[in-house]
């Protein structure tokens, strides 16, 4: 069965350092999202991504956030400038396409540690 | 703010007894629901799901039932495995966007 992987499954980074987490989406999916979820706390919606652009993103995605789909398979998170508070499992998730019965396939995460 | 809540955190189940997972929402314009299952180490797993159309979805052992008047979902799981001892996430999702909501999940312990 197609899956959505995500490399790598842990990065540690110092703090203020530039991150690129990584995935490649099932490959007939259209939809794109980042969640991540923070050390017992809920996952939480971070973006989602359409035909080559943001369709919807959350307060978390400030500036220090970008999204990109470089060619046809990866879809990749950079956050510029780390902070201490970006440690969380960072899931990558896609949708085959719009309308109600679709639901979102998950990778299995990247964990983030920010020293 | 908090549109989908799971207000148990964990939940422990007898091998062989039904277990009932709980979600409660407030959002209601969500119209596509969805549990997901979560083992240490993995991403969320889709489960089973049920449209605002309808009161209940049957998957194996797995049903999920929604409650539109209480805004409430459940799913239950009959009968309960060890191997269903994993984190399960309700989900919801409302048709003005892409945005996928999840609750806190609640932790679930078979026992064998």
């Known amino acids: 069965e197609p899956e959505v992987t995500q490399t790598p499954s842990h990065q540690v980074t110092q703090m203020g350092q530039e991150v690129i987490l990584r995935c490649v989406p099932i490959s007939n999916h259209l939809y794109f999202y980042w969640y991540r979820q923070i050390l017992g706390q809920k996952v939480e919606f971070l973006v989602s991504f359409y035909n080559n652009e943001i369709s919807e993103k959350s307060e978390i995605f400030d500036d220090q956030f970008s999204v990109e789909r470089p060619d046809g398979s990866n879809f990749t998170l950079k956050i510029r400038s780390t902070k201490l508070e970006d440690s969380a499992m960072y899931f990558c998730?896609?949708?085959?396409?719009?309308?109600?019965?679709?639901?979102?396939?998950f990778g299995n995460g990247t964990r983030l540690t920010v020293t | 703010d908090q549109q989908v809540k799971q207000n148990s955190p964990s939940l422990s189940v007898q091998e062989g007894r039904i277990s009932i997972l709980n979600c409660d929402y407030t959002n209601s314009m969500f119209d596509y629901f969805l549990w997901y299952k979560k083992y240490p180490a993995e991403g969320p797993t889709f489960l089973i799901s049920i449209s605002s159309i309808k009161d209940k979805n049957e998957d194996g052992r797995f049903t999920v039932f929604l409650n539109k008047s209480a805004k409430h979902l459940s799913l239950h799981i009959v009968p309960s495995q060890p191997g269903d001892s994993a984190v399960y996430f309700c989900?919801?999702?409302?048709?003005?966007?892409?945005?996928?909501?999840f609750g806190t999940g609640t932790s679930l312990t078979v026992i064998p």
């Open positions: 998730a896609s949708r085959r396409e719009t309308g109600r019965g679709t639901p979102l396939h």
């Open positions: 989900a919801a999702r409302d048709d003005t966007g892409n945005q996928f909501y």
